[in-house]
T-cell receptor
Framework: AQSVTQLGSHVSVSEGALVLLRCNYSSSVPPYLFWYVQYPNQGLQLLLKYTTGATLVKGINGFEAEFKKSETSFHLTKPSAHMSDAAEYFCAVSEEAAGNKLTFGGGTRVLVKP | KAGVTQTPRYLIKTRGQQVTLSCSPISGHRSVSWYQQTPGQGLQFLFEYFSETQRNKGNFPGRFSGRQFSNSRSEMNVSTLELGDSALYLC?????????????FGPGTRLTVL
């Protein structure tokens, strides 16, 4: 069964610093990979996704993620944090063997310090 | 194009009651999925409907049920509510059932069971 692990339930970064959120998955085959963001009292918004092709994926708001098959990882980065990046971030996978439903990691809450 | 809408946004019920939540997908999307979000269990898949048929189901008791109408709108029902059913219920829609298809989320319905 597929599973997703996000290292660190809370991350604190200074405004202007690098944001790095880690995501590892377990799957028998390379799945489709997603990063979503959730702001307070809102639903989930897609940041980016990996399906096939280029392993470095660029998303909205300056975020990008790199799919590394050998490490079964899909870490999310942003070079310079902004106060508006304070939110909860979820990594998710989708696999045909599981009916293509989304399986989410536990989430990482990002705090941005001025 | 209008996003996924969910009604109501907030709901308070007492134990033993039943509740029905509604979801209207993005126009043209034929798949609707439901997820439960709680602090303890995180985001968990409930079920997915496509063309009025349940295509996938998560590991939830039979008290949780859903349906989809011919216009793709979906409802989920929870009978005999328990305190542990308090959660944010998120609906997501996508065009089809492929793993690469992006799921677009609504703002959620916050259910409180007293």
């Amino acid at each position: 069964a597929q599973s997703v692990t996000q290292l660190g339930s809370h991350v604190s970064v200074s405004e202007g610093a690098l944001v790095l959120l880690r995501c590892n998955y377990s799957s028998s085959v390379p799945p489709y990979l997603f990063w979503y963001v959730q702001y307070p009292n809102q639903g989930l918004q897609l940041l980016l996704k990996y399906t096939t092709g280029a392993t470095l994926v660029k998303g909205i708001n300056g975020f990008e993620a790199e799919f590394k098959k050998s490490e079964t990882s899909f870490h999310l980065t942003k070079p310079s944090a902004h106060m508006s990046d304070a939110a909860e971030y979820f990594c998710a996978v989708s696999e045909e063997a599981a009916g293509n439903k989304l399986t989410f990691g536990g989430g990482t809450r990002v705090l941005v310090k001025p | 194009k209008a996003g996924v809408t969910q009604t109501p946004r907030y709901l308070i019920k007492t134990r033993g009651q039943q509740v029905t939540l509604s979801c209207s997908p993005i126009s043209g999307h034929r798949s609707v999925s439901w997820y439960q979000q709680t602090p303890g269990q995180g985001l968990q898949f409930l079920f997915e409907y496509f063309s009025e048929t349940q295509r996938n189901k998560g590991n939830f008791p039979g008290r949780f049920s859903g349906r989809q109408f011919s216009n793709s709108r979906s409802e989920m029902n929870v009978s005999t509510l328990e305190l542990g059913d308090s959660a944010l219920y998120l609906c997501a829609s996508r065009t089809g059932l492929a793993g690469a298809d992006t799921q677009y989320f609504g703002p959620g319905t916050r259910l409180t069971v007293l």
